[in-house]
């Protein structure tokens, strides 16, 4: 089961910036954030993860509480091929055996509307 | 160049075919995956290799049998196929078993008729 929640669906207009919450409660210490999207009938794509500290790439932003049981996802300037279904995972470091799976949620359907 | 690529991407078949799933990652990872996606859009993991050995196998049934001929490859051959069976499969890579992220192929539609 995912360790994580996310509201089902957000809109948010283009140009402005889209700001994906996620609460995982549970999360232990050494346990990472992952964002993944999944654009309609494509693969997913991984976007970004972090640990404790607040990370930056060329696609989007985490922001990670201090008390890390909840993050947020932010793209800085949503365009139209932004609209996908985002899944934040929670996953620890590989232990061996299963240790690596992702588990995905349900995700949150962001829909950027023109 | 595409990174993780999947054949067939559509499936069609009947009830009680065998049918195989091909993937190739050209990344260069030593670790590979297959998840399946079914109608209500869940998306799980089926089986993980590393290296062509086998790390993960998520209580899927024995009708379906992954194969890494190399660690490039890993293919999915499906035996006698149920209508529930209907889903897409993701191929995906990571470069390692702690890889951080996943490569995910385009994914092949199967639909058992």
């Known amino acids: 089961d995912a360790k994580t929640t996310q509201p089902p669906s957000m809109d948010c207009a283009e140009g402005r910036a889209a700001n994906l919450p996620c609460n995982h409660s549970t999360i232990s210490g050494n346990e990472y954030v992952y964002w993944y999207r999944q654009i309609h009938s494509q693969g997913p794509q991984y976007i970004i993860h972090?640990?404790?500290n607040n990370e930056t790439n060329e696609m989007a932003s985490l922001i990670i509480t201090e008390d890390r049981k909840s993050s947020t996802l932010i793209l800085p300037h949503a365009t139209l091929r932004d609209t996908a279904v985002y899944y934040c995972?929670?996953?620890?470091?590989?232990?061996?055996?299963?240790?690596?799976?992702?588990?995905f949620g349900t995700g949150t359907l962001l829909a950027v509307q023109p | 160049d595409t990174a993780v690529s999947q054949t067939p991407k559509y499936l069609v078949t009947q009830m009680g075919n065998d049918k195989s799933i091909k993937c190739e990652q050209n990344l260069g990872h030593d670790t590979m995956y297959w998840y399946k996606q079914d109608s209500k859009k869940f998306l799980k993991i089926m089986f993980s290799y590393n290296n062509k050995e086998l790390i993960i196998n998520e209580t899927v049934p024995n009708r379906f049998s992954p194969k890494s001929p190399d660690k490039a490859h890993l293919n999915l051959h499906i035996n006698s196929l149920e209508l529930g069976d209907s889903a897409v499969y993701f191929c995906?890579?990571?470069?390692?078993?702690?890889?951080?992220?996943?490569?995910f192929g385009p994914g092949t539609r199967l639909t058992v008729t």
């Open positions: 995906a890579s990571s470069q390692d078993v702690g890889g951080h992220e996943q490569y």
């Open positions: 972090g640990l404790k």
């Open positions: 995972i929670v996953r620890g470091p590989y232990y061996g055996g299963a240790t690596n799976k992702l588990i």
